[in-house]
């Protein structure tokens, strides 16, 4: 069996609700640059609608994003880290404006963005 054709059926090391995305970019790309509850907040919107409760997905961000905001801490980011991540949300910019606000507003947002974002998600609920 070729690789690529491995990786679409990998659930452990490709799972298809992390890796086909129309831009080309994993999550696991942007989420292991993060701290874990950005990271976190991230992968669960990232996937929201793939798999299990769409609704379960939302408020699992949430309480990540509300979790980190608390936490006093902010990203920080080594400047071969900042580039990778201007890069890829470049690539999700060209295709997906939602995914890539989101993305904007948990990578380099500040404590108020993170509650603004939760508190919207919340609303959707």
């Avoid at 890069?87 to 509650?115: E, P, Q, Y």
Wanted: net charge positive; aromatic share 10%.
């Amino acid at each position: 069996m070729q690789l690529d054709t491995l990786k679409k059926h990998d659930n452990v090391n490709a799972p298809k609700h992390y890796c086909s995305h129309k831009s080309g970019i994993e999550c696991l790309q942007i989420t292991e640059l993060l701290p874990f509850n950005l990271g976190s907040a991230l992968k669960y919107l990232w996937r929201k609608g793939l798999k299990w409760d769409e609704n379960e997905d939302t408020k699992k961000a949430i309480f990540y994003l509300r979790r980190q905001a608390e936490s006093g801490k902010h990203a920080r980011f080594s400047v071969s880290e900042f580039i990778q991540l201007e890069h890829n949300l470049k690539s999700i910019k060209a295709v997906d404006l939602d995914l890539w606000n989101i993305c904007d507003i948990i990578i380099f947002g500040s404590f108020n963005n993170w509650l603004s974002l939760a508190n919207k998600l919340e609303a959707g609920l």
